[in-house]
């Protein structure tokens, strides 16, 4: 199994258990060795009193694409941190994307970067994920 057809194993596995990012409108769009994006129209019920992209929406975005790029090796494994800066405001009708990719990854320990724009290439936010392997896989090998 080449690490791109592993990977695609992977997601489709943890896609399948995942009623968050599902319920949330995301669908992923591309998922490699260490890579992954999702993305998501911004609809009325993503929306804050401001009228713009609630944060905590374009985190779980941000957190949904770190989950399956360092998920991608078909090793369990969570996030222990992460932090996001938001640049601007998603609105009602943008498509946001969130690409992430792997930047270290030394024994159970990876870190991830996750960017968000929208369909003009607008950043809206800068993500950091902190993950942590743990006993299990996604799929049999």
């Given amino acids: 199994m080449t690490p791109k057809e592993r990977a695609e194993k992977s997601a489709a596995a943890m896609w399948a258990g995942d009623q968050a990012s599902k319920w949330a ?7 490699d060795e260490g890579a992954a ?6 609809a009325d019920h993503h929306c804050n009193g401001h009228g713009i992209c609630h944060g905590g929406v374009t ?4 957190d949904s694409a770190f989950a399956f790029a360092c998920n991608s090796r078909n090793q369990s494994t969570v996030a222990q941190h992460n932090n996001i800066s938001f640049t601007a405001p998603g609105r009602k009708g943008d498509r946001l994307i969130a690409t ?14 996750v960017t968000v724009t929208n369909q003009a290439g607008l950043k ?18």
Wanted: no cysteine; hydrophobic share 50%.
């Fill in 59 to 62: 985190f779980m975005l941000a």
């Fill in 124 to 141: 809206i936010a800068e993500f950091r994920g902190l993950s942590r392997a743990i006993k299990g896989q996604l799929f049999e090998e």
């Fill in 37 to 42: 994006v999702l993305e998501m129209t911004v």
């Fill in 25 to 31: 409108g995301m669908e992923i769009t591309h998922v």
């Fill in 100 to 113: 992430a990719r792997e930047v270290a990854l030394t024994g159970r320990s990876g870190i991830y970067d």
